[in-house]
């Protein structure tokens, strides 16, 4: 059983993985092509420039900078 429990921690950390890096490869296209990158927030539709995100590689977190 834990072992099982193991193993679907693992498939979940690489779906992470894989989606703050796709996260990541989005922002830099839209970086370079001049487009907004376009997210969900709080019920509503949000286009934010793509310079506007700070992109960490080591933790390969995004955040939005606070104003």
Avoid: C, Y
Avoid at 29 to 58: C, L, M, N, S
């Amino acid at each position: 059983m834990n072992e099982e429990k193991d193993q679907r921690a693992g498939l979940s950390s690489k779906a992470d993985a894989a989606f703050r890096l796709a996260a990541k490869k989005v922002i830099q296209r839209a970086r370079q092509t001049g487009t907004p990158v376009v997210v969900w927030e709080q019920g509503h539709v949000k286009e934010i420039p793509g310079e506007q995100f700070e992109i960490t590689t080591a933790a390969m977190e995004l955040r939005e900078p606070r104003p």
